[in-house]
Structures are given as structure tokens and as C-alpha cells.
């Protein structure tokens, strides 16, 4: 191997080095906690050297959020895309959305709703129609087999979409958090979730169980 690939490769490892540190840092602490002096100590390089590797910490911030979103989205296709009923896979990912989110909360919360860098929302907004395009062809599919009564499918997604952050965004806010390590009677998962599949099933038509 060549002096400069392996100059490449090295530059490589530490951009996703730095990509990891970046990542457990949003988990542990939201994207306030994400600040290029603490990434660089997190990383064992000197700041300057994460310019080098990103033009700034809303460029860093954005591909955080990028690859923690894809992860999410690939999760949630593969149970709407899976076995089942339409109406089966819509509440089996709505439950599996919630549950992904109850487990990170950190993480989720800052995914869904921390005020951040324009950059991050501008990716926030790419996401937010990379879920609706999956409900879209659940949807699609409901519709067809005479499951879901849904006229404005788009429209209806992008409500599913705005149902399940609004949902989870209270009992995944800091405030819910403080409530709930102060052992102060907060909302559980299983509340939740089952209030986003009742609400979001009887949103698109589906028949009553």
C-alpha cells in the first residue's frame, strides 16, 4: 500500500473515531453536550485537528444526526416492509418506535425536537419526509386492500410523522426526565405507545379490534 493510501486510510479511522465520540456524546448529553474542545479531548487530538475533518461543529452536528437517523429509519422500514397486515406492521412499528426512543432517550430527544445548528435541521426535515415515504407505501398498500380508509395518503403520512414526535417528545424532554429520576409519577412506555397505535390506526381508517 502506498504512503498516501495509507495516509488516507488513517485519516479515516479517525474521522469515524471522531464520528463515535461525537455520537455517545449527543446520547449521553443531547447536542449541548457536543462541543468541539470536549469531541477532541474525547478523541486524543488537538481541536485544530477537527477542522481538518469537519468545517465546524453544525457540520459535525449534522452527520451525527444523519447517521443516528438513518439507523432509525432502516429499524422502522424493516418492520413496516415486513410480515403481517398493513395494520400489523403499522402498530408493530409504532411500537418499536417508541420503544427505540423510551431506551434512548437522550439521544431521542435531541433527534427530535433539541433546538440545534441549521445544518441539523435541515437533515431533521430530509428525515422527517424519509419516514413519511415509509408510511406512504404502508399506507398505499392499507388502501389497496381495503384496510385503511385514507384519501390524502401523503398528507396522512406526514401526520403519522408529526403524531409520533409529539407523542414522545413530552416524556422524552428533560423536564419528564427530572420527574422521573425524582421518582415523581411520570407517563410509562407502555402508555405511550399504546396511545400513539390507537390514535394513529384510528387516524388512517383501520377496522377496531
Not at 438513518?70 to 403499522?90: F, M, N, T
Not at 441549521?118 to 406512504?136: G, K, N, S, T
Not at 385514507?150 to 410523522?161: F, T
Request: proline content about 4%; charged content about 20%; glycine content about 8%.
Amino acid at each position: 500500500m502506498s504512503n498516501q493510501a495509507t495516509r488516507l486510510d488513517r485519516a479515516q479511522e479517525l474521522r469515524e473515531r471522531i464520528l463515535v465520540c461525537a455520537h455517545q456524546r449527543v446520547s449521553e448529553g443531547g447536542f449541548a453536550n457536543l462541543t468541539m474542545q470536549a469531541l477532541a479531548e474525547d478523541a486524543g487530538i488537538a481541536t485544530g485537528s477537527l477542522y481538518r475533518h469537519f468545517s465546524g461543529k453544525g457540520e459535525l452536528a449534522a452527520e451525527v444526526f444523519s447517521n443516528a437517523c438513518r439507523i432509525e429509519v432502516d429499524a422502522l422500514a424493516a418492520v413496516l416492509r415486513g410480515a403481517g397486515s398493513p395494520v400489523e406492521r403499522l402498530a408493530a412499528g409504532l411500537d418499536q418506535f417508541a420503544s427505540r426512543a423510551w431506551h434512548s432517550r437522550r439521544l431521542a430527544f435531541a433527534l427530535i425536537a433539541e433546538p440545534v445548528d441549521p445544518e441539523v435541521d435541515e437533515q431533521r426535515l430530509l428525515y422527517r419526509e424519509a419516514y413519511a415515504e415509509l408510511f406512504i407505501d404502508l399506507l398505499e398498500e392499507g388502501v389497496r386492500s381495503g384496510v385503511f380508509r385514507v384519501s390524502q395518503v401523503n398528507l396522512v403520512a406526514a401526520c403519522l410523522v408529526g403524531a409520533i414526535a409529539e407523542a414522545l417528545v413530552g416524556p422524552l424532554s428533560p423536564p419528564a426526565r427530572a420527574a422521573r429520576e425524582a421518582g415523581q409519577p411520570v407517563v410509562d412506555l407502555a402508555t405511550v405507545s399504546q396511545s400513539l397505535i390507537t390514535f394513529c390506526l384510528r387516524a388512517v381508517g383501520a377496522p377496531e379490534s
